[in-house]
């Protein structure tokens, strides 16, 4: 029973546009979400998060929406760069921020084309 | 400064064997965890080691995976009598006392059970 969905395994879009992935979880316990991305035989890396006390969280090129009634979160990344290639995973957890362990989606490949 | 490290970051084994994973967390860092990532799927929470607390369990597939953590520094994941569906990719993250943002992840340990 996966309690992080990423429904969209990949996503193309082209350099200078909007990225926008997806995320859809389960679990009302969740109060912590966060995206993660991942290049090749590398770990993965952290992103940005959002609590639930807030609808948006925006760093740099790169903002994170929840929606809480519809437990839903996407992360925009725009203008889209070829280095934004990655995998992105989305993950959530129980502990408000504190050492909780996450629960991850399955990851949409992003590729942004020149 | 140095990150997490993993070693081996290929190990490939006969069905049956035991394997040790190691992992090196970042220095000063109390929180480990560890999770895997089997083909197509999200990272899969293993266990996580905070400070001198029990560790969370929770979540090993089954009693042939176990997992310490000495001097509340280096981690080894321990699987013994391996089976095919062990194989993945086993990532190990280090972090901070009450603050998810910080999971610093390796670049993980490629397990093939053959």
């Known amino acids: 029973d996966q309690q992080v969905k990423q429904n969209s395994p990949s996503l193309s879009v082209q350099e200078g546009r909007i990225s926008i992935l997806n995320c859809d979880y389960t679990n009302s316990m969740f109060d912590y979400f966060?995206?993660?991305?991942?290049?090749?035989?590398?770990?993965?890396?952290?992103?940005i998060s959002i609590s639930s006390i807030k609808d948006k969280n925006e760093d740099g090129r790169f903002t994170v929406f929840l929606n809480k009634s519809a437990k839903h979160l996407s992360l925009h990344i725009v203008p889209s760069q070829p280095g934004d290639s990655a995998v992105y995973f989305c993950a959530a957890?129980?502990?408000q921020g504190g050492s909780e362990k996450l629960v991850f989606g399955k990851g949409t490949k992003l590729t942004v084309n020149p | 400064g140095a990150g997490v490290s993993?070693?081996?970051?290929?190990?490939?084994?006969?069905?049956?064997k035991d394997v040790e994973l190691r992992c090196d967390p970042i220095s000063?860092?109390?929180?480990?965890?560890?999770?895997?990532?089997?083909?197509?799927?999200?990272?899969?929470?293993?266990i996580y080691f905070?400070?001198?607390?029990a560790p969370d369990k929770s979540g090993l597939p089954s009693d042939r995976f176990s997992a310490e953590r000495t001097g509340g520094s280096v981690s080894t994941l321990t699987i013994q009598r391996t089976q095919q569906e062990d194989s993945a990719v086993y990532l190990c993250a280090s972090g901070l006392a009450g603050n998810t943002d910080t999971q610093y992840f390796g670049p993980g340990t490629r397990l093939t059970v053959l």
């Not at chain 1, 966060?34 to 992103?47: I, N, S, V």
């Not at chain 2, 905070?50 to 607390?53: A, E, I, L, V, Y």
Request: glycine share 14%.
């Open chain 1, 34 to 47: 966060l995206w993660y991305k991942k290049y090749p035989a590398e770990g993965p890396t952290f992103l």
């Open chain 1, 93 to 95: 957890s129980a502990g």
């Open chain 2, 6 to 16: 993993q070693s081996p970051s290929n190990k490939v084994t006969e069905k049956g």
């Open chain 2, 28 to 46: 000063g860092h109390t929180a480990l965890y560890w999770y895997r990532q089997s083909l197509g799927q999200g990272l899969e929470f293993l």
């Open chain 2, 50 to 53: 905070q400070g001198n607390s």
